[in-house]
């Protein structure tokens, strides 16, 4: 199996991989929970690299992994919806949930629990956050770093939606004029379309160097000297544009 590397420094991880560092020579089950795309799989993929894997809702399977293996790492776990008949004696069982749907039949079932925190209850979320940005800048090959607005980004799907948020900044904040005059042009093709399309899109244009200008500027009437417009056609343009 290719080796993996759990990033973390938070001393939350760091209880949850200490008590299953004493499992690993014990025949026991463990249960880890947590949101989706918090890590859990790459953290188990990292203390038992040797387990077989199964998926909880291939039954069939499961059942024959459990006839066959001493140490068997089940996700997906929540897709069980009684786990009574599954029989985890002289083995060892470490699973991962999602969610726990019965918490007392949980507790029966498993020695130990855990439960991985999201994104925004880690206090180590700068370090992902730079962790990740640096794989992404050299994926893409963006010529220098690029500074993240942190208001951008989106834990909403931890792990995934912080991949993609960043990947999202670090492509639009590494643009030069060809790439947005090439991608201008692709959408262009796909949507132009109409009798009025001129003034349809002008917005595409205005709305973002407006915006841009205002946070720059932070003056109506700075801005409309940078643009070249009197004060009361910056303000229609603002009005028309629906800029706050």
Not at 9 to 30: D, M
Not at 37 to 57: C, H, R, Y
Not at 77 to 92: A, G, R, S, V
Request: aromatic residues 10%; contains cysteine.
């Amino acid at each position: 199996m290719k080796s993996v590397h759990f990033l973390n420094n938070s001393q939350q991880i760091e209880n949850i991989i200490k008590g299953l560092s004493l499992t690993r020579s014990l025949f026991v089950s463990s249960l880890l929970t947590g949101e989706s795309s918090t890590g859990k799989k790459t953290l188990i993929k990292q203390l038992f690299p040797n387990a077989f894997w199964v998926d909880a809702s291939q039954k069939e399977v499961l059942e024959l992994a459990l006839k066959e293996h001493s140490e068997i790492v089940i996700y997906n776990f929540h897709t069980i919806l009684n786990c009574d008949h599954l029989e985890f004696e002289n083995k060892k069982i470490i699973a991962i949930s999602d969610k726990v749907t019965n918490k007392n039949k949980a507790e029966k079932k498993f020695a130990f629990i855990y439960n991985m925190p999201n994104l925004k209850e880690r206090e180590d979320l700068s370090l992902l956050i730079e962790y990740f940005q640096k794989i992404v800048e050299k994926e893409l090959m963006a010529e220098e770093p690029v500074l993240l607005d942190y208001k951008q980004l989106d834990f909403s799907e931890n792990l995934r939606s912080l991949k993609a948020s960043i990947s999202r900044q670090v492509v639009v904040k590494s643009c030069n004029k060809e790439d947005i005059q090439n991608i201008l042009f692709d959408y262009f093709m796909k949507y132009i379309d109409g009798s009025n399309a001129y003034r349809e899109n002008l917005p595409l244009f205005e709305s973002p160097l407006i915006q841009a200008g205002l946070v720059k500027y932070k003056s109506q009437l700075k801005l409309s000297k940078v643009l070249g417009l009197n004060r009361n056609t910056l303000r229609k343009k603002i009005e028309e544009n629906n800029i706050d």
